[in-house]
T-cell receptor, first 111, second 115 residues
Framework: NAGVTQTPKFRILKIGQSMTLQCTQDMNHNYMYWYRQDPGMGLKLIYYSVGAGITDKGEVPNGYNVSRSTTEDFPLRLELAAPSQTSVYFC??????????FGPGTRLTVT | AQSVAQPEDQVNVAEGNPLTVKCTYSVSGNPYLFWYVQYPNRGLQFLLKYITGDNLVKGSYGFEAEFNKSQTSFHLKKPSALVSDSALYFCAVRDRDNYGQNFVFGPGTRLSVLP
């Protein structure tokens, strides 16, 4: 049982490039989430999903897109990367109302 | 709207002394409350939760937290701190009565346990 896995661990992007952050969970959780954590700050919700085929915006969705074609996978797409998207990105999953399980994070730098 | 406050950016405590990390919350309905810990360069790890029932909940690594509805607080405690408890601690809340609401996290409190 690997829990929540994220790839890549680190990435440097140039301004204007695009990339996809991968997230997979093997706990059969309905809910999945993407957060960003800026230095010295708490977590901000980017997007979430309550099940395959259903996604919704969180607090800071601009510049990102998601899809959820399976229960296990919840990739986050960055289009036209900007320096403001430099952050650490965490994926999480949970059953409804219960605690979240977090992946190890992806550290992204946009220069 | 939901919100979580952690009034202390930093808490310093000597090893062996009791520790408290404070959390207050605001929800329109009844809360689900959580504490998470984050070690350097790691994701958040679940410590404990309050769902319903006994106001004192016990969690991992000897931590406990007390739900106080009248003060809308959920402070994290440990009777005897260890140096290895040094980390970043996050309180989170979800409105139990509003199914569409997601978790809201506090800004985090950095705990330093001094040897």
């Amino acid at each position: 049982n690997a829990g929540v896995t994220q790839t890549p661990k680190f990435r440097i992007l140039k301004i204007g490039q695009s990339m996809t952050l991968q997230c997979t969970q093997d706990m059969n959780h309905n809910y999945m989430y993407w957060y960003r954590q800026d230095p010295g700050m708490g977590l901000k919700l980017i997007y979430y999903s309550v099940g395959a085929g259903i996604t919704d915006k969180g607090e800071v969705p601009n510049g990102y897109n998601v899809s959820r074609s399976t229960t296990e996978d919840f990739p986050l797409r960055l289009e036209l990367a900007a320096p403001s998207q430099t952050s650490v990105y965490f994926c999480a999953s949970s059953y409804p109302t219960l605690e979240q399980y977090f992946g190890p994070g992806t550290r992204l730098t946009v220069t | 709207a939901q919100s979580v406050a952690q009034p202390e950016d930093q808490v310093n405590v000597a090893e062996g002394n009791p520790l408290t990390v404070k959390c207050t919350y605001s929800v329109s309905g009844n809360p689900y409350l959580f504490w998470y810990v984050q070690y350097p360069n790691r994701g958040l790890q679940f410590l404990l939760k309050y769902i319903t029932g006994d106001n004192l909940v016990k969690g991992s690594y000897g931590f406990e937290a007390e739900f106080n509805k009248s003060q809308t607080s959920f402070h994290l405690k440990k009777p005897s701190a260890l140096v290895s408890d040094s980390a970043l601690y996050f309180c989170a809340v979800r409105d139990r009565d509003n199914y569409g609401q997601n978790f809201v996290f506090g800004p985090g409190t950095r705990l330093s346990v001094l040897p």
